[in-house]
């Protein structure tokens, strides 16, 4: 099996019809707090760890990891010790 990279992370994004693809660091410690998006996301972490929380559910995300969130969701984030890197796919 392939290892991810991110141009192939994008191809297969966009053709799952996805318009925007990018990558998002983000520092160590860094809460944020219940929000939501006008995006759905598909996304994978690519460094360091994350807890995602949507509604009673928290996913403790690490590198290798995937999640998805549809548009509109609450939802919170808090990135670990390292802070975290994830490549993400945005649909409107």
Known sequence: MNPP???RFA?????????????????????LETHTH???????????????????????LRTGDPFVLDANVPHAERYGDEGATYWVARRR
Do not use: K, N
Not at 18 to 27: G, I, K, M, Y
Not at 39 to 60: D, I, K, N
């Open 5 to 7: 990279t991110f141009d």
């Open 11 to 31: 191809a297969a994004a966009r053709a799952d019809g996805f318009d925007e693809v990018l990558e998002r660091s983000w520092a160590p410690g860094t809460v």
């Open 38 to 60: 006008d995006f759905g996301v598909r996304a994978l972490v690519v460094r360091g760890e994350m807890w995602l929380t949507v509604g009673e559910a928290t996913q403790h």
